[in-house]
């Protein structure tokens, strides 16, 4: 069953090739979902978190849940929202700098998964070759 929001934008800004069969790829980005990491940006200390959704129907997205990765439960194309929290880590306390969002589309392509990465909007923050990033560095 394809998992598709109707309203995925026409252009993407970037689009590449996973090579992990599909499932594998699923559950490589479910596992996304919460996680935190700490880089170090020039002087600054930035904490970036990331939430990631699945689009439940054609309309809205929902939390990814253990039956949505059992193998055979999506096939063919899947959408994501993937939302991107920087903050900056200041005496003060913390300082939003970044919140963008991201939408991610997987194709099956048998032995490997093409992505195309849109964001939302077209602000200051990350970019589509960030989100690459973020996704080819996540751990196993």
Do not use: C
Not at 2 to 20: E, N, W
Not at 103 to 112: A, F, K, N, P
Not at 114 to 123: H, P, Q, T, V, W
């Amino acid at each position: 069953m394809r998992r598709i929001y109707y309203r995925f934008p026409q252009r993407v800004d970037l689009s590449f090739a996973m090579g992990m069969p599909f499932n594998e790829t699923l559950r490589y980005i479910a596992h996304l979902d919460n996680e935190e990491s700490t880089k170090t940006t020039g002087k600054e200390l930035v904490k970036v978190k990331t939430r990631v959704e699945i689009a439940l129907d054609r309309a809205t997205f929902g939390d990814i849940t253990p039956d949505v990765l059992r193998p055979g439960a999506i096939t063919e194309a899947v959408d994501f929202r993937v939302s991107v929290l920087a903050l900056a880590l200041r005496g003060g306390g913390k300082v939003p700098i970044a919140n963008d969002i991201f939408y991610l589309r997987l194709s099956d392509q048998v032995s490997r998964t093409d992505i195309d990465i849109a964001k939302e909007g077209r602000g200051e923050g990350l970019d589509a070759l960030d989100m690459k990033n973020i996704l080819l560095g996540a751990p196993k």
